[in-house]
């Protein structure tokens, strides 16, 4: 079992910056890759970002590309979502995800159905 619990969600203005983290218990962190995902209103849910499982290798939605950043840290078992320059279309809840598979060391997955564990979300606002 893995326990992942978000925070670091808020309201902020387009422009800002926010910073989530996703805390991980229960099972080995460490060997998980991990991704980022959101769902706005009315909308299915999409991937944001994902992480391989030391770090070293990171993927991207196109809508966040250069302007999110996906990082980890394995002795805090914690991954973290860095945004910037937020947009109005930002908004959503943002869930954090666990991958129990492994194919190589550099795989994270860009699929919702990869992901085994889920947290319970946290709300991203961005006004214009």
């Known amino acids: 079992q893995v326990q992942l619990v978000e925070s670091g969600g808020g309201l902020v203005q387009a422009g800002d910056s926010l910073k989530l983290s996703c805390a991980a218990s229960?099972?080995?962190?460490?060997?998980?890759?991990m991704g980022w995902f959101r769902q706005a209103p009315g909308k299915e849910r999409e991937f944001v970002a994902a992480i391989n499982w030391n770090g070293g290798s990171t993927y991207y939605a196109d809508s966040v590309s250069g302007r999110f950043t996906i990082s980890r840290d394995n002795a805090k078992n914690s991954v973290y979502l860095q945004m910037d320059n937020l947009k109005p279309e930002d908004t959503a809840v943002y869930y954090c995800a666990a991958d129990l598979n492994y194919n190589g060391p550099h795989y994270a997955s860009t699929r919702s159905d990869s992901y085994a564990y889920w947290g319970q979300g946290t709300q991203v606002t961005v006004s214009s």
């Open positions: 229960g099972r080995v962190f460490s060997s998980h890759a």
